[in-house]
């Protein structure tokens, strides 16, 4: 009995050491799987590029935004034209490496290479031409020395719910659904109104200073996640298909910038965007770890 009771004894010994030893291994992997895996956090190009996004208004509209601007503004004009060259010298001392302008890739970037090849040598005039892509665009890359800009937007066809939309009427399907109310209770029109509305008392770099401060776009993303969103929640996801859209521009456009990046390279991009897209693509830059993102008034508010 007592060799039975120490056979016994023995045994539970070497399992309790064996567990024990496994226990202390389990640790040690366990310290080795969570450990920082160097290949994977640090940045493996030669360069991160740095990246900035300037919110701008349209200089010549083209009505195709929710909001319609409601205030006169003529960029061509000769006061207007000089606060341009302040606006660019500000913008300048960034040192942009690469522009990339809101026009469609695929459709425009090889036309809008000629176009600036063009207006290098003098044989494309763009005097009589409102649109920033030209009075921003254009310019900067002939102060800075530039021999080309890239197109970078995109398209995002409609991959959402289909309805008749010749009958649908939105005030009357929210009102019926109970979302009315809650999709109306931030007032957005005012905001955007009034910001429209300095444009006309502000120099051009003052009225881009406030448009670009983070917190006036973060309201204005804001919209998306309240005015738009709710609509057909819990039904035909309207709104929420809506905001879908308009990330999905906004991620292509993202993808075009990051397929422009030379890692191998110092590279400063500047894209030129509607304020609206500002920060969408904020975020993606801020959120990739082969980008420092700089705010646009740290130049701008000097």
């Not at 921003?136 to 890359?141: P, Q, R, T, V």
Request: glycine share 4%; aromatic share 14%.
């Amino acid at each position: 009995m007592k060799q039975l009771i120490l056979g016994v004894s023995i045994l539970f010994f070497l399992v309790s050491c064996d567990q024990k030893t496994n226990l202390a291994t389990n640790k040690e992997q366990l310290k080795e799987i969570t450990k920082p895996n160097k290949k994977t956090t640090n940045f493996t190009e030669k360069h991160k590029a740095k990246a900035m996004v300037l919110g701008v208004f349209h200089f010549s509209n083209p009505g195709l935004d929710g909001y319609k601007s409601k205030f006169y503004f003529n960029i061509l004009e000769k006061e207007r034209q000089t606060e341009l060259d302040t606006l660019l010298s500000r913008i300048a001392a960034y040192k942009p490496t690469k522009i990339l302008v809101e026009w469609n890739r695929i459709k425009w970037d090889s036309i809008t290479k000629v176009y600036f090849k063009n207006y290098l040598n003098g044989t494309f005039k763009i005097d009589d031409k409102r649109d920033e892509v030209y009075q921003i665009g254009f310019k900067l890359a002939k102060k800075l020395g530039h021999n080309q800009i890239f197109c970078s937007d995109a398209t995002a066809d409609w991959f959402g719910v289909e309805l008749d939309w010749d009958n649908y009427d939105e005030s009357t399907y929210l009102k019926s659904h109970g979302q009315f109310e809650k999709t109306t209770r931030h007032e957005y029109d005012s905001f955007y109104k009034h910001y429209d509305s300095l444009k006309t008392v502000q120099t051009l770099t003052e009225h881009f200073v406030a448009i670009n401060s983070p917190s006036n776009r973060l309201k204005d993303h804001q919209a998306y996640l309240t005015s738009t969103i709710l609509e057909g929640a819990g039904d035909h996801y309207l709104g929420a298909d809506s905001v879908g859209k308009w990330y999905r521009r906004n991620l292509r456009i993202f993808a075009n910038a990051y397929d422009l990046t030379d890692f191998n390279k110092e590279e400063r991009l500047l894209l030129i965007y509607g304020s609206g897209h500002v920060w969408q693509l904020r975020q993606f830059f801020t959120d990739s770890p082969d980008y420092e993102y700089i705010e646009p008034n740290k130049y701008l508010d000097k």
